[in-house]
C-alpha cells in the first residue's frame, strides 16, 4: 500500500473523515462553498483504492463539469498533496487512473450516454456523486445498482453538494430521513449519515477575501453558499425543480420540427417555441404580446421565422373566438399545423414540468426571459396558480410550456405519486 502523507486536516475535515469511515453505506457532506467537501471524498476513495484492488467512480451531471472540476483540478491536487509518492498510471482517453495493485478510479457524466453505458457495465466499490443537487433521484437510484463490487471493501456511496431547496430529494432522504420515492419513513435511517461543512471550517485552506466576497452575496446565495443551509425560497413555487444556473443556456435552433405551445389570451398572448435534441427539449424562442389577439400572435410567429410550426395550444383554443374566428381556424388559415390535445389537469400538468426539469431534460435560452420569470415566480394560493395583484401576467407562457410537454412527453401513471410528493 502507497504511503498515504500525512497532511494537516481542519477539525471539520477530521470529523467528516471519520463520519465516511463509518458503517453506513450512504454519507452526504454538504455545505457552503470552498469548504473541502469533494477533496476529502477523493482522498477517501484513493485510500479505499490503495487498501484492496477494486474500482470506484465519481459522477456528475455533465462529463465536461466532472472533467473539469474533479479530473483536472481535485483528483491531481489530492494525489500531490496527500499522496506524492503513489504512482499511478493516467488514462486519459478514457478518464479513469490506475494504482499499482489494479485499483481503477473512473471519472464521468450522465450527459454522456456512451460512457453511462459503459459505467453501467462495470461493478464498483464506491460511487461518488459530485454536486448532487444537479442530481435526479432516478437517476442516482439507477447507479447505485451497480455498487456491487465483490471484495472485502464495505460499499460506499459518497454525496457531496451546496445545499438545493428543501424539497430536493436529498433534504428528504439525508435529513428528514424519509424515502423521497413515497415520503415514508427510511427503513434504515441509521445508513444514511451527513455532515454540514462551510468555507469558515476551512480557512486554513482558502483566502479570507474569499469569504468576504461570500458575506457580499445576496441572502439566498449567502446562505446557500456562505452557511451552506437548504433554502426555504421555493415553499409554494409552483416549479420547484427549475434552476436558472442548471436550466438555462445559450441555444441554437436546430434543423427539424419546432412546436409551439400555444395559450390564447388576449392580455397577454403567449407562445413558447422548443424542440427535441435528443432526449431534451431546448426551448429556443417566446412570443408574450400585451392586448393582443390570436392574428397579432400568428403574425409575430411569423416574423421570428416560425411560420408553418407545429402548435401545441390550450386545447379550449378550438372553440374560443379571441378575434372573431375560432384560434384554431386563425392558425391554420395562415399556414400553422394544430396538434389535436386535451388539457391535462393543471397539477399533472405541472408535476409532468418539474419532472422534465429534475431530469435536467429542459433547456432555456436566455432570451425567453418572460418563461425564465413565470418559472422563478409562480406559485400557488389557496391550491390554484396565483393570478391576482402583481401576479395578473404570470402562469401564461409556463402554460404554454406546460402544454407542450404534456403532449409530447407527459408523465406516467407510475410516476405521478412520486412527483406529487413535496
Not at 130 to 145: F, G, P, R, Y
Not at 286 to 293: A, H, I
Not at 391 to 410: I, P
Request: proline share 4%; glycine share 4%; aromatic share 10%.
Amino acid at each position: 500500500m502507497a504511503q498515504i502523507q500525512s497532511f494537516k486536516k481542519t477539525t471539520k475535515q477530521k470529523e467528516a473523515t471519520a463520519l465516511m469511515a463509518g458503517p453506513q453505506r450512504h454519507t452526504m457532506l454538504f455545505g457552503g462553498s470552498r469548504s473541502g467537501k469533494t477533496f476529502n471524498i477523493v482522498r477517501a476513495i484513493i485510500i479505499r483504492m490503495c487498501k484492496v484492488k477494486s474500482r470506484h467512480i465519481s459522477l456528475r451531471q455533465t462529463f465536461n463539469s466532472a472533467k473539469t472540476s474533479i479530473w483536472m483540478d481535485t483528483l491531481p491536487t489530492v494525489l500531490n498533496v496527500c499522496f506524492p509518492d503513489l504512482k499511478v498510471e493516467w488514462n486519459r482517453s478514457d478518464f479513469f487512473i490506475r494504482t499499482p495493485n489494479g485499483s481503477e478510479y473512473f471519472i464521468g457524466g450522465l450527459d454522456d450516454a456512451k460512457r453511462v453505458e459503459k459505467h453501467l457495465g462495470k461493478e464498483f466499490s464506491t460511487v461518488h456523486f459530485n454536486e448532487c443537487s444537479q442530481l435526479s433521484h432516478s437517476a442516482v437510484q439507477m447507479l447505485l445498482t451497480r455498487l456491487a463490487e465483490k471484495n472485502d471493501l464495505a460499499k460506499k456511496a459518497y454525496y457531496d453538494q451546496n445545499p438545493p431547496a428543501k424539497s430536493h430529494w436529498t433534504y428528504w432522504q439525508f435529513v428528514k430521513k424519509l424515502n423521497p420515492a413515497d415520503g415514508e419513513p427510511l427503513k434504515d435511517p441509521e445508513n444514511y449519515q451527513s455532515i454540514l461543512m462551510n468555507p469558515v471550517d476551512n480557512l486554513e485552506n482558502i483566502d479570507s477575501e474569499y469569504i468576504s466576497m461570500l458575506e457580499s452575496l445576496p441572502e439566498k446565495e449567502r446562505n446557500r453558499f456562505l452557511y451552506g443551509q437548504f433554502t426555504d425560497s421555493d415553499d409554494g413555487q409552483v416549479y420547484y425543480e427549475f434552476n436558472r444556473e442548471f436550466h438555462v443556456e445559450q441555444l441554437e435552433r436546430v434543423p427539424g420540427t419546432v412546436f409551439c405551445g400555444t395559450d390564447f389570451n388576449v392580455d397577454p398572448a403567449t407562445s413558447v417555441l422548443f424542440q427535441q435534441v435528443n432526449d431534451e427539449w431546448h426551448v429556443i424562442d417566446e412570443v408574450f404580446l400585451r392586448n393582443s389577439d390570436t392574428y397579432k400572435l400568428a403574425h409575430e410567429l411569423e416574423r421570428k421565422g416560425y411560420r408553418g410550426c407545429t402548435i401545441i395550444p390550450d386545447s379550449t383554443g378550438k372553440n374560443r373566438k379571441t378575434s372573431g374566428k375560432s384560434d384554431f381556424d386563425i392558425l391554420k388559415e395562415r399556414g400553422f399545423r394544430i396538434m389535436p390535445t386535451r388539457n391535462p389537469f393543471v397539477i399533472d400538468r405541472v408535476n409532468n414540468v418539474n419532472r422534465l426539469l429534475a431530469a435536467n431534460r429542459v433547456k432555456i435560452d436566455p432570451k425567453c426571459k418572460k418563461l425564465i420569470n413565470d418559472l422563478e415566480k409562480v406559485a400557488w394560493k389557496d391550491n390554484k396558480l396565483d393570478q391576482k395583484g402583481d401576479n395578473k401576467l404570470l402562469t401564461h407562457v409556463s402554460d404554454c410550456l406546460g402544454y407542450g410537454l404534456w403532449a409530447l412527453d407527459k408523465i406516467t401513471l407510475n410516476e405521478k405519486k412520486i412527483i406529487t410528493l413535496r
